[in-house]
């Protein structure tokens, strides 16, 4: 399908110097990726192991995501128990690098990788640096997009002419369509992860950026203005609640299942459900559906988005020798180089060569999201930022009781800043 | 020879129990991580607790718990085992097989099988709601319904211990009693006030200290029933312990959380033991 | 007595008798639910209407659960350390137990006194030392990592004491005038006049290990060391729609401790009343 043996031209120098090891490696890698993009990265890991059988093997397992995930690294790296490599949040690079568990990816590691500043975006290769030293190699990165059932909104007369959904450019005009949806008799106009806070982060500081709102002033959270913000964006998706118009206390895999079961019209949800959806509409098990930038609530487009890279733990009282460290940067050349096939898994590889190709630009549907590049918005660069990181944990608590008509945006608002501030 | 015999288990306590409970009270002192050392910083640990949101959520938790668990456990249990013990033969077997069976089930297993029947989308219980024209309750999602489910969950899977107890409480009272009292003409209610709970007494104070002092460390439901939901809010003192040591990396302020839970449970066992020994004598 | 009396208790007795088989069975019935659901593709379980039956029967998810997942090594490592904490709390048990009540030696009373006190501590709030402990020792991701700071079990001890205390003494006379050793008195005649009381005090043990969650689920971090119980909850797709595959693998967790309680009923419910210090 895809022609990835173009792009694995430059292979060769970094394959040969690990085949000068003798015996064969094992590199245990560790990652949180267990949707549709799990199935894409498995098969990525597979063909890395074929293409180097008798050398580098990668002994690859899956852990819940977040908390979970970012508990037992933490615990594992503290007793010498964590992996080779790990996939990781470029937003938790920082409170990583404070911590003490990654090790720096020196400029030697970048020269025998064979890659570098020049193949990344600016922001990409900045999220990965702490203090002009590299901690990860960027993947790819993740925004969250708006699915939808084109089935039922056409049937509702809600699509446009380009078969995207109508009312995308407006507060009113998107929850003209919800209510049209409601009336038409769909059950939930839109799917939300109403249950998970943590999930919520994304919508809600997306919504902040549609009004150029910010989390951290300096070491100040939610200064001036921004606090109002928030709130704003946290009356608007109560107001879906109070109308009816989007599911409440769901958490992620019912939202999923509301979305392909026909039951929840469009959904908010990152990229990496992409798979999820070619595969069942692959298998005739889908509807038609789309995936489109976020609507546009406040003043202009914005989307949040994080990223994935790979990292190195730093082991306690465990060195790494050299024929190991060495199959690790094959691991994460190799894979960087052949990120097309990720951008199956509907992320946007970070490896610039493979994003300027023309086989990507061509990629459905993210070509059609694509356009949100321009608009994305990332976490603070804070030790106490990113996934099940401080500032998550805190707002978290208080999103689900707001989404769901608990508590008023308000007093919301209040308290979060309050814990904010107190961290 | 008394020394061999005691040696293994003497090490074992020294090391896994002993040991560990010294170490406790010396790291809740210190500002120590998890792993490594600390400063030692006198009472700032303890002196944190009154004014931490989170700890006075987790105290207040866990003794929501406790009442929502004990009594109305042991009640049920016993009026279970009343039924069954009416019951005779194989189907007296069968039932309580069907009633013990969630006992011996791993926790894990539970947290599924009931994560899914209340779930609130899918769960066939929400269809019991929409049959009855009532709104649909997000019982694992909501601050409201978390306790109260989780604590109704945990009588269903630990029930079966306390029914086997109270059989065997009401088999050892002598069916002369109840002849005696059939005799008299005595009616059900009459026969069971006068009979069978006083002469139970002793087993339900066992079964209601035993349950006592296991939900008071109540964990592994709390935190496999928040996941991908609200932990937060639902935060017990073990979870609370946890949450400190094992995400936030601080062992000695975790230790602090685990000294004052370390002497509740004492405390309670204590006065519990003191009461049930008074109302027992009294009785007799 | 009249009949008419006589009558009412017989009605009043047949619908408890009812009302309780109906409980036993609305008891049971999320377990069938579970199994059902497992049993579903994952499209039906997720309809909006309630089939209590699955449309399409398929073992799909149990082919999925057995050969895509480590559930095999999960069973291993939790027999294993079940077994483990099993025969190491129980031995060590009888062994003081049997040094607490028949010998003399110093200190007794006050290891006596420590363990009924230990019986109140609660084990949980060791955790964090427990940890430190083993990630010292080097033990973590092991079997006897996750089997030593399970092995706290004062009850087992106890029951044990009290067994022994009542063995009439006269065994013992006769063999001390035999020159039997004290080895020789335990193995021929304390162990095998209780091995009712072992048996009971071997099952209770082993559910509890099986059963317990907290610690393995800290001294673990790689899964190929996980125990069923930690398995089925912390390597689970985090993304996507699993019921059914979730359920399968439920139902494979407590597939063998269920039916092995079905077989062994009886003996089960002797063990658990015993541990709790009632004589069944």
Request: with cysteine; glycine share 6%; net charge negative.
């Given at each position: 399908?895809?022609?990835?043996?173009?792009?694995?031209?430059?292979?060769?120098?970094?394959?040969?110097?690990?085949?000068?090891?003798?015996?064969?490696?094992?590199?245990?890698?560790?990652?949180?990726?267990?949707?549709?993009?799990g199935v894409r990265m498995k098969q990525m890991i597979q063909d890395f192991n074929k293409e180097h059988e008798g050398q580098i093997t990668i002994d690859a397992t899956t852990l819940e995501w977040g908390v979970p995930f970012y508990s037992k690294v933490q615990t594992s790296a503290a007793v010498g128990e964590a992996p080779?490599?790990?996939?990781?949040?470029?937003?938790?690079?920082?409170?990583?690098?404070?911590?003490?568990?990654?090790?720096?990816?020196?400029?030697?590691?970048?020269?025998?990788?064979?890659?570098?500043?020049?193949?990344?975006?600016?922001?990409?290769?900045?999220?990965?640096?702490?203090?002009?030293?590299?901690?990860?190699?960027?993947?790819?990165?993740?925004?969250?997009?708006?699915?939808?059932?084109?089935?039922?909104?056409?049937?509702?007369?809600?699509?446009?002419?380009?078969?995207?959904?109508?009312?995308?450019?407006?507060?009113?005009?998107?929850?003209?369509?919800?209510?049209?949806?409601?009336?038409?008799?769909?059950?939930?106009?839109?799917?939300?992860?109403?249950?998970?806070?943590?999930?919520?982060?994304?919508?809600?500081?997306?919504?902040?950026?549609?009004?150029?709102?910010?989390?951290?002033?300096?070491?100040?959270?939610?200064?001036?203005?921004?606090?109002?913000?928030?709130?704003?964006?946290?009356?608007?998706?109560?107001?879906?609640?109070?109308?009816?118009?989007?599911?409440?206390?769901?958490?992620?895999?019912?939202?999923?299942?509301?979305?392909?079961?026909?039951?929840?019209?469009?959904?908010?949800?990152?990229?990496?459900?992409?798979?999820?959806?070619?595969?069942?509409?692959?298998?005739?098990?889908?509807?038609?559906?789309?995936?489109?930038?976020?609507?546009?609530?406040?003043?202009?487009?914005?989307?949040?988005?994080?990223?994935?890279?790979?990292?190195?733990?730093?082991?306690?009282?465990?060195?790494?020798?050299?024929?190991?460290?060495?199959?690790?940067?094959?691991?994460?050349?190799?894979?960087?180089?052949?990120?097309?096939?990720?951008?199956?898994?509907?992320?946007?590889?970070?490896?610039?060569?493979?994003?300027?190709?023309?086989?990507?630009?061509?990629?459905?549907?993210?070509?059609?999201?694509?356009?949100?590049?321009?608009?994305?918005?990332?976490?603070?660069?804070?030790?106490?930022?990113?996934?099940?990181?401080?500032?998550?944990?805190?707002?978290?608590?208080?999103?689900?009781?707001?989404?769901?008509?608990?508590?008023?945006?308000?007093?919301?608002?209040?308290?979060?800043?309050?814990?904010?501030?107190?961290? | 020879?008394?020394?061999?015999?005691?040696?293994?288990?003497?090490?074992?306590?020294?090391?896994?129990?002993?040991?560990?409970?010294?170490?406790?009270?010396?790291?809740?002192?210190?500002?120590?991580?998890?792993?490594?050392?600390?400063?030692?910083?006198?009472?700032?640990?303890?002196?944190?607790?009154?004014?931490?949101?989170?700890?006075?959520?987790?105290?207040?938790?866990?003794?929501?718990?406790?009442?929502?668990?004990?009594?109305?456990?042991?009640?049920?249990?016993?009026?279970?085992?009343?039924?069954?013990?009416?019951?005779?033969?194989?189907?007296?077997?069968?039932?309580?097989?069907?009633?013990?069976?969630?006992?011996?089930?791993?926790?894990?297993?539970?947290?599924?099988?009931?994560?899914?029947?209340?779930?609130?989308?899918?769960?066939?219980?929400?269809?019991?709601?929409?049959?009855?024209?009532?709104?649909?309750?997000?019982?694992?999602?909501?601050?409201?319904?978390?306790?109260?489910?989780?604590?109704?969950?945990?009588?269903?899977?630990?029930?079966?211990?306390?029914?086997?107890?109270?059989?065997?409480?009401?088999?050892?009272?002598?069916?002369?009693?109840?002849?005696?009292?059939?005799?008299?003409?005595?009616?059900?209610?009459?026969?069971?006030?006068?009979?069978?709970?006083?002469?139970?007494?002793?087993?339900?104070?066992?079964?209601?200290?035993?349950?006592?002092?296991?939900?008071?460390?109540?964990?592994?439901?709390?935190?496999?029933?928040?996941?991908?939901?609200?932990?937060?809010?639902?935060?017990?003192?073990?979870?609370?312990?946890?949450?400190?040591?094992?995400?936030?990396?601080?062992?000695?302020?975790?230790?602090?959380?685990?000294?004052?839970?370390?002497?509740?449970?004492?405390v309670v066992s204590v006065l519990n033991f003191q009461l049930t020994r008074l109302s027992g004598g009294r009785r007799k | 007595m009249n009949p008419t009396r006589i009558h009412r208790i017989n009605m009043a007795g047949l619908a408890i008798t009812l009302i309780t088989v109906i409980a036993a069975v609305l008891w049971a019935?999320?377990?069938?639910?579970?199994?059902?659901?497992?049993?579903?593709?994952?499209?039906?379980?997720?309809?909006?209407?309630?089939?209590?039956?699955?449309?399409?029967?398929?073992?799909?998810?149990?082919?999925?659960?057995?050969?895509?997942?480590?559930?095999?090594?999960?069973?291993?490592?939790?027999?294993?350390?079940?077994?483990?904490?099993?025969?190491?709390?129980?031995?060590?048990?009888?062994?003081?137990?049997?040094?607490?009540?028949?010998?003399?030696?110093?200190?007794?009373?006050?290891?006596?006194?420590?363990?009924?006190?230990?019986?109140?501590?609660?084990?949980?709030?060791?955790?964090?030392?427990?940890?430190?402990?083993?990630?010292?020792?080097?033990?973590?991701?092991?079997?006897?990592?996750?089997?030593?700071?399970?092995?706290?079990?004062?009850?087992?001890?106890?029951?044990?004491?009290?067994?022994?205390?009542?063995?009439?003494?006269?065994?013992?006379?006769?063999?001390?005038?035999?020159?039997?050793?004290?080895?020789?008195?335990?193995?021929?005649?304390?162990?095998?006049?209780?091995?009712?009381?072992?048996?009971?005090?071997?099952?209770?043990?082993?559910?509890?290990?099986?059963?317990?969650?907290?610690?393995?689920?800290?001294?673990?971090?790689?899964?190929?060391?996980?125990?069923?119980?930690?398995?089925?909850?912390?390597?689970?797709?985090?993304?996507?729609?699993?019921?059914?595959?979730?359920?399968?693998?439920?139902?494979?967790?407590?597939?063998?401790?269920?039916?092995?309680?079905?077989?062994?009923?009886?003996?089960?419910?002797?063990?658990?009343?015993?541990?709790?210090?009632?004589?069944?």
């Amino acid at each position: 399908m895809l022609n990835l043996k173009g792009l694995a031209a430059g292979i060769c120098v970094a394959t040969a110097l690990v085949s000068s090891a003798a015996a064969s490696e094992t590199v245990v890698w560790w990652d949180f990726l267990s949707g549709g993009d799990g199935v894409r990265m498995k098969q990525m890991i597979q063909d890395f192991n074929k293409e180097h059988e008798g050398q580098i093997t990668i002994d690859a397992t899956t852990l819940e995501w977040g908390v979970p995930f970012y508990s037992k690294v933490q615990t594992s790296a503290a007793v010498g128990e964590a992996p080779d490599i790990m996939t990781y949040h470029a937003s938790r690079i920082p409170l990583a690098v404070e911590q003490g568990i990654l090790t720096e990816v020196t400029s030697a590691d970048w020269q025998q990788m064979g890659l570098g500043k020049n193949d990344y975006a600016d922001a990409t290769w900045d999220a990965v640096t702490i203090d002009g030293k590299q901690y990860a190699v960027p993947l790819d990165t993740h925004p969250v997009v708006l699915y939808y059932n084109k089935d039922i909104l056409g049937k509702a007369g809600l699509l446009t002419e380009n078969g995207v959904p109508k009312g995308m450019d407006s507060r009113d005009g998107f929850t003209a369509t919800l209510q049209a949806l409601k009336a038409a008799g769909v059950k939930y106009p839109l799917g939300s992860v109403t249950a998970d806070g943590n999930f919520m982060f994304r919508t809600i500081y997306s919504l902040m950026g549609q009004q150029d709102g910010v989390l951290m002033s300096g070491d100040e959270f939610l200064a001036g203005d921004n606090a109002e913000k928030l709130q704003n964006a946290l009356a608007v998706l109560q107001d879906w609640t109070n109308e009816g118009l989007q599911s409440t206390y769901t958490d992620y895999p019912a939202t999923v299942a509301l979305f392909t079961s026909g039951e929840a019209a469009m959904m908010i949800n990152g990229v990496w459900e992409v798979p999820t959806m070619t595969d069942a509409h692959a298998k005739g098990k889908l509807f038609e559906w789309g995936a489109v930038e976020l609507p546009v609530i406040f003043d202009h487009p914005s989307t949040y988005a994080d990223s994935h890279t790979f990292a190195i733990p730093a082991n306690k009282g465990k060195e790494m020798s050299k024929a190991r460290h060495d199959a690790v940067l094959e691991v994460m050349s190799w894979i960087s180089r052949n990120s097309l096939f990720w951008a199956t898994a509907g992320h946007i590889p970070a490896y610039g060569p493979v994003t300027n190709s023309a086989e990507y630009k061509a990629m459905e549907p993210n070509a059609t999201y694509s356009s949100l590049t321009a608009n994305m918005i990332f976490d603070p660069k804070s030790p106490k930022a990113g996934i099940a990181g401080p500032i998550f944990d805190v707002m978290s608590s208080y999103f689900v009781p707001t989404l769901n008509g608990e508590m008023e945006p308000a007093k919301a608002v209040e308290e979060i800043k309050y814990e904010l501030n107190d961290l | 020879m008394a020394v061999l015999l005691i040696l293994p288990f003497v090490a074992i306590y020294g090391l896994v129990f002993i040991y560990p409970t010294i170490k406790m009270f010396i790291l809740s002192f210190t500002d120590a991580p998890l792993i490594g050392a600390g400063d030692w910083v006198g009472l700032e640990n303890y002196e944190r607790l009154p004014r931490d949101r989170r700890f006075h959520t987790a105290l207040w938790n866990t003794f929501y718990f406790v009442a929502l668990t004990v009594i109305p456990g042991t009640l049920v249990a016993l009026v279970i085992s009343l039924g069954i013990n009416r019951l005779k033969g194989r189907l007296q077997s069968l039932v309580l097989a069907l009633f013990f069976l969630p006992y011996i089930l791993p926790v894990s297993v539970v947290y599924l099988i009931w994560d899914w029947t209340l779930n609130f989308q899918f769960g066939i219980a929400m269809h019991l709601f929409d049959w009855a024209g009532a709104d649909r309750i997000p019982v694992f999602k909501s601050t409201a319904w978390f306790m109260p489910a989780v604590g109704f969950v945990t009588i269903w899977w630990t029930a079966g211990f306390s029914i086997l107890l109270f059989l065997a409480g009401r088999r050892a009272i002598p069916e002369e009693i109840y002849e005696a009292a059939s005799l008299d003409n005595s009616g059900s209610w009459s026969t069971f006030s006068r009979v069978t709970w006083p002469l139970m007494w002793p087993v339900t104070a066992l079964v209601s200290t035993i349950q006592l002092i296991l939900q008071l460390k109540i964990f592994d439901q709390v935190y496999l029933f928040s996941q991908g939901g609200r932990p937060n809010d639902n935060l017990v003192l073990v979870y609370y312990v946890f949450q400190r040591a094992f995400q936030s990396n601080q062992g000695g302020r975790a230790a602090a959380v685990a000294v004052v839970l370390f002497v509740i449970v004492i405390v309670v066992s204590v006065l519990n033991f003191q009461l049930t020994r008074l109302s027992g004598g009294r009785r007799k | 007595m009249n009949p008419t009396r006589i009558h009412r208790i017989n009605m009043a007795g047949l619908a408890i008798t009812l009302i309780t088989v109906i409980a036993a069975v609305l008891w049971a019935f999320p377990l069938y639910w579970g199994v059902v659901s497992s049993l579903k593709p994952e499209d039906e379980v997720v309809r909006p209407y309630v089939e209590l039956w699955p449309q399409t029967l398929t073992f799909s998810h149990y082919v999925h659960a057995l050969t895509q997942t480590q559930i095999g090594i999960w069973y291993l490592n939790s027999v294993a350390t079940a077994v483990g904490v099993t025969f190491v709390t129980v031995a060590s048990s009888l062994f003081c137990g049997y040094a607490i009540s028949q010998l003399e030696f110093p200190f007794r009373r006050a290891l006596w006194w420590l363990i009924l006190a230990s019986f109140m501590v609660p084990i949980q709030t060791l955790i964090i030392n427990h940890f430190e402990l083993i990630a010292g020792m080097g033990l973590l991701n092991s079997w006897t990592g996750i089997i030593l700071p399970q092995l706290i079990h004062p009850v087992v001890i106890i029951v044990y004491k009290q067994f022994f205390d009542n063995v009439p003494k006269d065994f013992r006379e006769a063999a001390v005038m035999d020159n039997a050793s004290e080895w020789r008195i335990l193995t021929r005649i304390y162990i095998p006049m209780n091995w009712g009381v072992t048996t009971a005090l071997s099952i209770v043990t082993f559910i509890w290990a099986w059963n317990s969650f907290l610690w393995p689920f800290l001294a673990v971090t790689k899964t190929e060391m996980m125990t069923i119980t930690v398995g089925i909850t912390q390597v689970s797709d985090a993304f996507g729609v699993y019921y059914a595959r979730e359920l399968s693998a439920a139902v494979l967790a407590g597939l063998p401790v269920a039916l092995a309680y079905l077989v062994f009923q009886r003996k089960v419910t002797q063990a658990i009343t015993l541990s709790a210090g009632i004589k069944g």
